[in-house]
C-alpha cells in the first residue's frame, strides 16, 4: 500500500485531489437535496450528472440552464482525484456564456494556483475550449457533458510531486439556474508521466470575489472539504 501511495504521489499529478468513489452516488444524493429544497419550477443550484442522460442530472422541470451572462464571473474550480481526497488541484477560473443558437454556451479560463498556498498564480492560463473551438453547450436541463483536450499543468500546482503532469478529462454535471455553488463528476486519465485512471474524481466551482478564496475548498457535491492548506508538504 505505500508504494502505491509512493507511486500516486510521484506521478499523478494532473487530477486535483480527490472525491468520494462513490461520486456518482454522491451526485444523486445532491440532487435530491436539492429538489427538496427548490421543488419543480424554482431553479437553484446546481448538481452534477453522475451519468449521462435524463436520469445523471435530476428532472428538467426542476432544472433549466442558465442564461447566457447570468453566471458570468469568477470562481475556484477544484479537480479532485479519486486516488486522493485530501489534497485538491485548483484553477482561479474566469467563466463566461454565451448564446449559440439559442442555447447556453460556456467558456472557462483556468489559472492554476500555487498547491503551496493555494491564491498565488503560477503558470498559463488554460483556455477550455480552445479560443478557436465553439464553446461547450449546456442541455436545456443545464447538462454539462465536456470532453477536455489534453491538459498539461505546471508542477508548481501540483500538490502531489510537483512536476508537471498531462491528463484527459471528461466533466459532467448540471448547471441549474443561478447559483454560487456547482460539481459534478470527472472521468478520464492521467496520460503523462504515467497512465492513472481518473474514475470516480470529482469536481467544484465556487464563486469568488476578488482574490477571496474558500479555504478550505470543498472537493464534492457533498461539500466535503479538504485539508487545510500548509498541512502537508
Known amino acids: 500500500m505505500s508504494s502505491l501511495r509512493t507511486l500516486i504521489a510521484l506521478s499523478l499529478p494532473l487530477l486535483l485531489v480527490t472525491g468520494c468513489p462513490d461520486a456518482e452516488g454522491e451526485y444523486e444524493a445532491f440532487v435530491d437535496r436539492h429538489e427538496q429544497i427548490?421543488?419543480?419550477?424554482?431553479?437553484?443550484?446546481?448538481?452534477?450528472a453522475g451519468a449521462g442522460g435524463a436520469d445523471a442530472g435530476g428532472d428538467a422541470a426542476v432544472c433549466e440552464a442558465p442564461k447566457p451572462k447570468e453566471i458570468d464571473g469568477d470562481y475556484l474550480f477544484a479537480l479532485a482525484a479519486v486516488l486522493d481526497t485530501a489534497k485538491p488541484i485548483l484553477f482561479r477560473a474566469k467563466v463566461t456564456t454565451e448564446d449559440v443558437g439559442g442555447k447556453t454556451g460556456m467558456r472557462w479560463k483556468l489559472?492554476?494556483?500555487?498547491?503551496?498556498?493555494?491564491?498565488?498564480?503560477v503558470g498559463t492560463i488554460i483556455d477550455l475550449p480552445a479560443t478557436t473551438e465553439p464553446a461547450f453547450l449546456l442541455g436545456a436541463d443545464g447538462t454539462f457533458d465536456a470532453k477536455l483536450p489534453p491538459l498539461t499543468v505546471t508542477g508548481e500546482a501540483n500538490p502531489f510531486s510537483h512536476t508537471d503532469l498531462t491528463a484527459e478529462v471528461t466533466l459532467k454535471g448540471k448547471f441549474c439556474g443561478v447559483a454560487?455553488?456547482?460539481?459534478?463528476?470527472?472521468?478520464?486519465?492521467?496520460?503523462?508521466?504515467?497512465?492513472?485512471?481518473?474514475?470516480?474524481?470529482?469536481?467544484?466551482?465556487?464563486?469568488?470575489?476578488?482574490?477571496t478564496y474558500p479555504?478550505?475548498?470543498?472537493?464534492n457535491c457533498k461539500k466535503k472539504e479538504a485539508l487545510p492548506v500548509g498541512t502537508w508538504q
Request: charged fraction near 20%; glycine fraction near 16%.
Open 180 to 211: 454560487d455553488f456547482f460539481c459534478g463528476t470527472a472521468d478520464g486519465g492521467v496520460t503523462v508521466p504515467l497512465e492513472i485512471p481518473l474514475k470516480g474524481s470529482t469536481w467544484t466551482l465556487e464563486k469568488v470575489t476578488g482574490t
Open 111 to 121: 489559472q492554476p494556483l500555487l498547491w503551496s498556498d493555494r491564491k498565488t498564480e
Open 38 to 48: 427548490h421543488p419543480p419550477g424554482s431553479g437553484g443550484a446546481a448538481g452534477a
Open 215 to 219: 479555504e478550505p475548498p470543498h472537493i
